[in-house]
Structures are given as C-alpha cells and as structure tokens.
C-alpha cells in the first residue's frame, strides 16, 4: 500500500518566490533515462559531467535564471527535468511492504506547509498512527519528550557532536558555533517548545512519519532545532529547514545521530 499526508496534495513549489531555490548547492545525479533524452540537447550537455548537471562557481544550477526560474522548464517543458529535480523535496520511506511518501522540510514551501497546519495531519488512505496521535494529544509536548526519551545531552554537547558531522553549508557550522558558545538551557528550551507548541507537534509528527515512528530521532532533533533557533536568534522555519538539509539528507549524519 502506498500511504500519503493528507497535505502532500497541497504542496507547489514557489519557484521564483523562494528565498532558499534548491536549485543550487546540491549535487545533481542525472539519471539514465534522463541522459538519454539530454544526450540529443548539446546546450544540455555542455553542463553535464561525470553524470551530474555541474553547478556554477556559485553554487547556483547553470540552468537558474536570474529571475529565480529553471531555463529547461522554459526552453523544453518540465518533462525534461531529470528525476531529481521532478521529485524534489518528495521521498518515500519504504516500511515492509508499504510505501510512505511525504515531502521534506528542507524545501521551503514544505517546510511552511508542514510546520504551520493548524492540525494534525491525516493519511490517504487512512491509516492507525498511535505514537503520532499521543504527540498531539499531550497536554504538554516536553512533558511527552522528555517521559518517552529523556534529554542525555546538554545543548553544548549537541553543538559539539554536530560539528563532528558532515557538514555542506558554512552558515550551518556558524549556527552550531554560535550554540556552542552561548549554550542554551534546558528550561528554556522546553519553554520555547510549548510556546510553539502546534509548530513542534507538527515537526515532531513530520519526524515519525518520515523516519518509521523513531521516536529518539524525532525527539534529539526537535530539541537540537529548538537550541539552534534561540541561540541563534532565527526562524522555526529556517533553522528546521537547514536541519533538514544538513543532518536528513544525509544518510550518514542521520545514523551518527
Ligand atoms: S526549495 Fe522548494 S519551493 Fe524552493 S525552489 Fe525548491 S522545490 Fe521550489
């Protein structure tokens, strides 16, 4: 059975509104179905190498036009996209027999999405979720973390165990610095946690569904993006966005947590 979020029929990509274009930075592998149809498009090919679409000295995709819009979608349609850039920010998790497929928070739109619904998600088709349904039934949120896995690490030792990971963005090694130096209590932590307590349930629920109910995961991330957040003084949405990116696509950072 292959099993859906109620909103991943919602999600749209906001293209040239986004602030955070997953259109650069990322390594993109060109599948063998795709290279099959770029190898007729010398204006293509000439961006291709070693089976990835090269990026610009930048980091920007050579196909990003200045207006924030990709130049093979304008020139070919999208049925030239290669399936990276078609699936992207949609996964699957595979569960035994089932397939659970989503979108990630490390696309900005999804992120927006998913964080702030104002309740709890449902599966297409409906689908029993008991440890997602006790995450937005509990009173209070920390009361359930801390009850289901309890905090082994202070805020510092998350920064220092982080930096030992892989890491892609400079910004992202800054923010753990900056966590590093100016730790943050567990109260207030646990006090920002509740004060946003629909955005954590909804990032928590995201975490489970994702990662097949792995409560610990969900549990040290939802605490380590809260820690970030303060002691950087940023955005839910934009440190939960780079947490995305930095330690969920990447398998190796995912197993070292
Ligand atoms: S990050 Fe999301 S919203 Fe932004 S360009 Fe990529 S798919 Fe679109």
């Given amino acids: 059975m292959i099993y859906r979020p109620d909103y991943y029929d919602e999600f749209v990509c906001i293209a040239d509104r986004c602030k955070n274009t997953c259109c650069a930075r990322w390594e993109i592998d060109v599948d063998a179905v795709s290279m099959e149809r770029f190898r007729e498009h010398p204006d293509i090919m000439e961006h291709i190498s070693d089976g990835c679409i090269t990026l610009k000295e930048d980091g920007n995709c050579p196909f990003l036009n200045e207006k924030g819009l990709c130049k093979m979608i304008l020139k070919y349609g999208e049925d030239m996209l290669c399936d990276v850039c ?54 209070s949120v920390t009361e359930l973390l801390n009850g289901l896995s309890p905090d082994e690490s202070s805020s510092k030792e998350h920064a220092e165990l982080l930096l030992t990971f892989e890491i892609l963005e400079p910004e992202w090694k800054k923010m753990l610095h900056n966590l590093e130096s100016s730790p943050v209590s567990e109260e207030d932590r646990d006090s920002y946690i509740d004060s946003l307590s629909m955005q ?54 995912c197993d070292l947590l």
């Fill in 86 to 139: 078609t699936d992207h920010p949609r996964y699957i998790s595979e569960v035994d027999e089932d397939e659970f497929i989503g979108v990630g928070i490390s696309c900005e739109a999804a992120c927006d999405l998913i964080l702030n619904r104002k309740e709890q998600f449902k599966l297409i088709p409906p689908l029993q979720m008991p440890l997602i349904d006790r995450v937005f039934e509990a009173e």
């Fill in 200 to 253: 954590f349930r909804n990032l928590i629920g995201y975490f489970l569904y994702r990662h097949d109910n792995d409560f610990y995961l969900a549990a040290v991330s939802a605490r380590i993006i809260a820690e970030l957040t303060i002691a950087n003084n940023m955005t839910l949405e934009d440190v939960a966005r780079m947490y995305s990116a930095e330690i969920e696509y990447s398998d190796i950072n």
